[in-house]
């Protein structure tokens, strides 16, 4: 028999029980969030004994303060989330909207420009004064002509490094720790599903191959006195053209076409498969799927997006996939 348990930080209260909890990541997305619906009224617990007075739930949160969500069976815990409450909604029962560690840098304004940086240095900006920390090793040096940030938060920069690289560039949190580049996140973890096993629900998966979505990408950079440099990546199928005013290094354009030809032709699945809580899986795994029935659809993938659900109707992860490793 498997119980459910969870260890639920808000601020000072180290012990908050909830009606229900969602959380939900994206390899896609660089803001980890997480709702937990808790009674409107509560009953604190101090030096082992409950006070019997009840006092309003949303009195003792505020914006802004530290939350950590574990959640398991069997008193096994595994950490889902580390962020801030981010906003308080008063409905019934109370929801507790909460952002992970992009809440920092959504709070903080930029000053100044960068001209003939990197997108390693434009991070390192971006974090100082925080508590987050830089996956350095497996960030690379990509070169980017220029960033205007006066008066922009530190998530309006990040869009922008997204828009200036047609949301190829993406960024990621793990916990504190901050990852941005063009490719998935390698070696983040391994999780093992078997279709009628672990597995509650697949009829969403839907196959996708690459030979049925070939495309020709070519990436142009202008530079300031009009010169185009030009990198192209597939020899085949639909023709589309991008261009960029901020990056102009052949190589990095380069990774740019390469990256976007793999994002719109990959052979994988699309859609999600829903299973329990455990085994733990998060966005950037690598999902090893066994299918006894149709083993075609066996195979390792990468996982884009997870959603975590847990209350009184159970815990449940449902799982994004994505292109074939």
Known sequence: MFALCSQISIGKYDSVKPHEVKITKSIFEYMDKATIKVPLTARIRQAGKTVTATTETAKLINEGDPVTISLGYNGSLKTEFIGFVARLNFTSPLEIECEGFSYQLRKKQMKGTLVKTSLLAILKKLIEGTDIILDEKNIPNFPIDKMIMEKKTGTEVLEQIRKTSGNLIRFTFSGNVLWGGLTYLKNKGDVKYR???????????????????????????????GKKVKATAGKKGLVQVKTSHTITDKNALKQLADADNKKQSYDGYEGKITAYGSPYCAAGYRCILDDPKYPERGGNYVVQTVEVTYGMRGFRRSIGLGAKL
Do not use: F, M, P
Request: charged share 35%.
């Open 195 to 225: 279709l009628g096993w672990n597995v509650i629900k697949d009829g969403n998966l839907k196959k996708r191959e690459a030979k049925n979505n070939e495309i020709t990408v070519t990436w142009t950079g202008k530079t300031k006195d």
